[in-house]
C-alpha cells in the first residue's frame, strides 16, 4: 500500500456540473492527471456502464460513481463537493457529495480490501459530513486516509 | 434478535460493504445483532457456521445469486437486494424481525436449529458432499420438470392409444411406416410416410393435431425428454459451478454432455464434474501477466478447462465409466425377486435414518441420478425411485398417524407438528418428521427405519416406478400401479406409526429425554 487511496490533487471542492456524467468526468479527469488511471474514455466508458445497471445515488445528497476496470493502475478515491447538486438518481434528490471509486480490473486482495473498508465508512453520516465541512483539499484527503483502514 | 446476511452487488466493490456496514449498524441502533458475509470482489469469508446457527433469521441483500445459500436452509429470511440495505436498512432489519416472527414455529425452527452441525466440520468428505448436493439440487428442477412431463405424456398417450399408449409416445418422433402404430398415426394426421420417410420434428410440428390427445402425448414427451437431456450436463455443470463458481460451468456443462453421449450417464457426469471444476479452480488460480489477466475469464479459461476436460471426457473417461454405468444398469435391470427387495429395504431405512440428513441424501441422489438410465416408468431405475420417494414420506405420515390415534402419548407442540406433518408426508418432505425425532431420537428413528423398510421393500417388490424425483402423494397418478404405491406407502406407514406408539408407551415421558440423537440428525435441511 504504498500509494495513498486519495491525495489533495484527487479532491474539488467546488465541483460545478451539470450532470452526473459531467461530474464524473472532472473527478476521472483529476484521475488521469495524478496518473491513476490510464485512459479516461475507457474508464469512464466502465462507469457509465456500472451507472446504467443501477444508478448509485444514495439518500443524503451522495452520488457513488464506481467501477472495475482495466484502464485504473491504483485504487483511488476522487471526491467532488457540488454545492449546486448533481443528480445521481437517488430516490430524495440530487447529490452534493460524489465519490469516484476507481478499482484495477485484476486488483488483488489487498487493493479490494481498502475499497470495502471505503464503501463501510461511506455509510456513515459523521464520515460523510466531516468531508463535506473540512476547509481544504488536504483535510479531506486526510480523513479519508486516517478513517479508511482495512479490516 | 440475530441475524446473518449476505450482501452483494455487480461490482463487488462498494454496495457489498455499505450494505454490509448499514445492516450491522441499523441492527445495533434497533438492539439487534447482525454479521454480514460481504461476497464482493475482495473475496468473502464465510460466515462462521456458529453464527449461522444462533442466529433467528437471514437476510439477503444481494444483487446476485448468494453463495452456500444451502447454509440457511429452513430459516426465516428476506430478500431485499442491496440497495434497499443500503438506503433504508432500518426498515430491512424490520422486516427481518417481523419475518422471524412470522414464521417462529414447528419444523423450521427444529430444523435450523439442527442444520449448521454438519458444515462444522469441513473435512475432505463433507466439501465432496457438498459439491455433489449443489450438482444434484440444481440438477432436480430439470429432472422434475423434464420427469413429470414425460410421466403426463406417458398419461396422455394411455389415453390416445390404449394400453401400449406409453411405448407408442416414445416411438412417433423418428418413426417410420415400418412400425403400424406410426402409421396410424401418419394416416390420422395427414403425414405421408411412403418410400420409408420418417417423422421428423418439423413434420410433426406441421401435422400437429391441437385437439388430438396422441399429437400432445408426444409433444409433452418430447419436450420432457429435452428437459431431461439437461440432467447429466446439469449434474455436472453445477457440481463444477460448486468448486470453481462460474468459470467451472462451461466446461462442466460440456464435460457431462460428452458423458452422456458417450453413454457414462451420470456417474460419468459426476467424474467429469469434479474434473471440470478442480481443473478451472486451478487454472483461475495462475499467476498470469497482467495484460492476459483481462481475457482470462472469458477466453482462457473456458478454452482450455473445456478443451482439456472434454477430451478426457471424450477418451479417458468415457469408456471406462460406460462400463461401470452399464455394469450398474446390468444389475438393476437383472435384479429380481429377493435382490430387488433387499435393496429397497435398504434404501428405505435410509431414507427413514436421517430425515434429510447424508444418508438419506445418499440414497435419493442414487434415485434421482438413476434416472438419467430410465426411458419408462417401468424401467428399473425408476422404480427405485419409486421405492425411494414412498419411503421418504413414510416417517411424517407415521408421525402424524401416531399423534391421531394417540394424542395423550404427544406434547401439545407435537400434536400441533402432526397436523402438518400429514401434508409434509404427502408431499414427500421426509422433514416433516423431524420435530419428533429431534425430541426423542431412540424411540422414534428405529421406528420410522422399520417403517421405511417395509414401503421400501413392497415398493420395489410391487414394481412401482415414477419417472417424477419428487412430489409424493402428488405425483400418484403418474406412478405406474398407482394403488399399489400408495398401498406401500400405507402399509409402512400403519407399521411404523404402531410401533412409534408402542416405543412411546413403554415410558411416556418426553421431557426427560435427552437430544443426543440430534449429532446424526445433522444437514436436516431439504435442499433437494
Known amino acids: ?151 | 434478535m440475530k441475524f446473518v446476511a449476505v450482501s452483494s452487488c455487480p461490482t463487488g466493490i462498494a454496495h457489498t460493504y455499505m450494505a454490509a456496514e448499514a445492516l450491522e449498524q441499523a441492527a445495533k441502533a434497533a438492539g439487534h445483532e447482525c454479521t454480514v458475509e460481504t461476497q464482493g470482489a475482495a473475496g468473502s469469508t464465510p460466515l462462521d457456521p456458529a453464527v449461522i446457527a444462533a442466529a433467528d433469521g437471514v437476510i439477503y441483500a444481494a444483487d446476485l445469486e448468494v453463495q452456500g445459500k444451502d447454509r440457511f436452509a429452513g430459516k426465516p429470511s428476506v430478500d431485499v437486494g442491496v440497495k434497499a440495505a443500503v438506503h433504508d436498512p432500518a426498515k430491512v432489519i424490520a422486516q427481518a424481525v417481523s419475518a422471524v416472527e412470522a414464521k417462529g414455529s414447528g419444523a423450521s425452527k427444529v430444523a435450523a436449529a439442527a442444520a449448521p452441525v454438519a458444515t462444522r466440520h469441513v473435512g475432505v468428505g463433507t466439501r465432496i458432499r457438498k459439491y455433489l448436493m449443489t450438482g444434484v439440487s440444481y440438477m432436480i428442477p430439470f429432472v422434475a420438470g423434464g420427469g413429470i412431463l414425460i410421466a403426463l405424456g406417458f398419461l396422455l398417450g394411455t389415453a390416445g392409444w390404449g394400453k401400449d399408449g406409453a411405448i407408442v409416445v416414445t416411438k412417433i418422433i423418428g418413426g417410420t411406416a415400418d412400425n403400424p402404430s406410426v402409421a396410424a398415426y401418419a394416416a390420422a394426421h395427414g403425414i405421408d410416410l411412403s418410400n420409408g420417410a420418417s417423422i421428423a420434428l418439423t413434420t410433426f410440428a406441421q401435422h400437429f393435431g391441437w385437439f388430438s390427445a396422441q399429437s400432445w402425448a408426444v409433444a409433452l414427451f418430447y419436450v420432457g425428454g429435452a428437459a431431461f437431456g439437461f440432467l447429466v450436463p446439469a449434474l455436472s455443470g453445477y457440481i463444477a459451478f460448486a468448486i470453481a463458481d462460474r468459470p467451472g460451468i462451461v466446461p462442466g456443462f460440456v464435460g457431462g454432455t460428452i458423458a452422456a453421449a458417450v453413454g457414462a450417464g451420470f456417474l460419468g457426469g459426476i467424474v467429469t464434474g469434479f474434473l471440470a471444476g478442480f481443473l478451472a479452480l486451478w487454472i483461475v488460480r495462475w499467476k498470469v501477466p497482467k495484460g492476459v489477466r483481462g481475457v482470462m475469464p472469458v477466453v482462457v479459461i473456458p478454452l482450455l478447462a473445456t478443451l482439456i476436460t472434454g477430451v478426457l471426457a471424450v477418451i479417458v473417461i468415457g469408456p471406462p465409466m460406460k462400463a461401470v454405468n452399464d455394469g450398474m444398469k446390468a444389475w438393476l435391470t437383472g435384479m429380481s425377486g429377493t435382490s430387488a427387495v433387499l435393496l429397497g429395504i435398504i434404501v428405505g431405512l435410509m431414507m427413514c435414518f436421517d430425515l434429510g440428513g447424508p444418508l438419506n441424501k445418499v440414497a435419493y441422489t442414487f434415485a434421482t441420478a438413476g434416472l438419467a438410465n430410465a426411458v419408462l416408468s417401468t424401467d428399473r431405475p425408476a422404480v427405485i425411485m419409486g421405492a425411494v420417494m414412498a419411503a421418504g414420506m413414510v416417517p411424517p405420515l407415521a408421525a402424524a398417524l401416531a399423534t391421531v390415534v394417540r394424542p395423550k402419548l404427544f406434547s401439545e407442540s407435537e400434536r400441533e407438528s402432526g397436523k402438518s406433518a400429514w401434508l409434509l408426508g404427502l408431499s414427500f418432505i421426509s422433514e416433516g418428521a423431524i420435530p419428533f425425532a429431534a425430541g426423542d431420537p431412540i424411540r422414534m428413528i428405529p421406528s420410522f427405519m422399520v417403517g421405511g423398510a417395509v414401503t421400501g421393500g413392497l415398493a420395489m417388490a410391487f414394481n412401482t416406478g415414477v419417472l417424477a424425483p419428487h412430489g409424493g402423494f402428488w405425483v400418484t397418478p403418474l406412478v405406474n400401479q398407482p394403488f399399489l404405491f400408495l398401498l406401500a406407502i400405507a402399509a409402512g406407514m400403519v407399521v411404523s406409526g404402531a410401533l412409534v406408539i408402542v416405543a412411546k408407551s413403554i415410558r411416556r415421558n418426553p421431557d426427560e429425554e435427552e437430544v443426543e440423537g440430534i449429532e446424526s440428525l445433522s444437514a436436516l435441511t431439504g435442499s433437494r
Open chain 1, 1 to 151: 500500500m504504498a500509494e495513498p487511496l486519495i491525495t489533495p490533487e484527487l479532491v474539488a471542492l467546488d465541483l460545478v456540473a451539470a450532470d452526473r456524467d459531467a461530474a464524473t468526468r472532472a473527478l476521472i479527469d483529476l484521475m488521469v492527471a495524478a496518473g491513476r488511471v490510464t485512459d479516461a474514455d475507457g474508464f469512464h466508458a466502465d462507469v457509465r456502464a456500472r451507472e446504467a445497471q443501477m444508478a448509485t445515488g444514495m439518500p443524503g445528497g451522495i452520488g457513488l460513481p464506481h467501477a472495475r476496470s482495466e484502464h485504473v493502475t491504483v485504487p483511488s478515491l476522487a471526491v467532488g463537493r457540488v454545492p449546486g447538486g448533481v443528480d445521481f438518481g437517488a430516490p430524495d434528490g440530487p447529490a452534493t457529495l460524489v465519490f469516484l471509486i476507481a478499482a484495477p480490473a485484476g486488483g488483488d486482495a489487498d487493493h479490494l480490501k481498502i475499497l470495502a473498508a471505503l464503501a463501510r465508512r461511506l455509510v456513515h453520516e459523521s464520515f460523510r459530513s466531516s468531508i463535506l465541512q473540512a476547509p481544504g483539499a488536504g483535510e479531506v484527503a486526510d480523513i479519508v486516509n486516517r478513517e479508511v483502514v482495512p479490516q
